[in-house]
């Protein structure tokens, strides 16, 4: 998340936060980073793992349940970027 982004929710490095969207919402550790464009929030894959043994399962939150399900009709690719989610503190 912008830090301008972050100061505006009075949001800080390392706090909890909220993400919502119309499919629901989960809980994550917030990151500031300048490279975010302002107003936007961007969330790696790669975690979410229910499974996988001791050392990855429960691990992190999956966006996959969060994001439109969408498909862009031109592309016929899912339209991920354009999720419209609300952030909040936890």
């Known amino acids: 998340i912008h830090p301008d982004t972050a100061a505006a929710h009075g949001i800080q490095d390392g706090d909890m936060v909220w993400l919502e969207s119309a499919r629901g919402r989960i ?10 464009p302002p107003r936007v929030l961007n969330m ?21 349940d969060i994001l439109d399900t969408w498909v862009d009709p031109v592309r016929g690719l899912p339209a991920w970027a354009g999720t419209r989610v609300r952030v909040t503190k936890a």
């Not at 894959?45 to 996988?52: D, L, M, Q, R, V």
Request: aromatic share 16%; glycine share 16%.
């Open 44 to 64: 790696p894959y790669g975690w979410g793992h229910t499974a996988y043994g001791r050392w990855a399962a429960n691990r992190g939150q999956n966006p996959n």
């Open 27 to 36: 809980r994550v550790q917030a990151r500031l980073y300048v490279g975010t």
